[in-house]
């Protein structure tokens, strides 16, 4: 398992792009970002990447905040053939795409590999 602080706390009143995470073995994993200010607008979403480089937008991993919020994202993306979610790219990172107010933004990973089979009954 990963903990990570991707982002301590910062401004909030400007985009941001984060460095980049080598998922490995992370097979699922989330992200909370805890903006808090006033009227801080903007939205936030992860994206991923195969040679982190060239990043898109992970589908159905984006939040639109119209106010102080405690955004949490998990991120199961694919589903391998025993039906267990799985992340199916190398890296991940997010983007805040700030609109207005002003605030503060910090923001945390966890990310967990794929647990053995085990014989437990």
Known sequence: MIDKTLTPTVSA???????????????HYS?????SGSDVAGTFKLQKSNDGVNFNDIVNASV????????FIDV???T????????SYRYMRYYWDYTSGTGNI???FC????LPKTNLR
Do not use: C, F, M, Y
């Not at 992200?31 to 903006?35: D, L």
């Not at 391998?80 to 992340?87: C, L, M, S, V």
């Open 64 to 71: 639109a905040v119209t106010n102080s919020a405690d955004v």
């Open 111 to 114: 990310g967990k590999s794929r």
């Open 13 to 27: 009143v400007a985009d941001i792009t984060s460095g980049k995470i080598d998922l490995g073995d992370i097979r």
């Open 106 to 108: 910090t923001v945390t």
């Open 76 to 78: 199961p993306t694919a």
């Open 80 to 87: 391998n053939a025993a039906g267990i979610p799985e992340a």
């Open 31 to 35: 992200v909370q970002a805890v903006i």
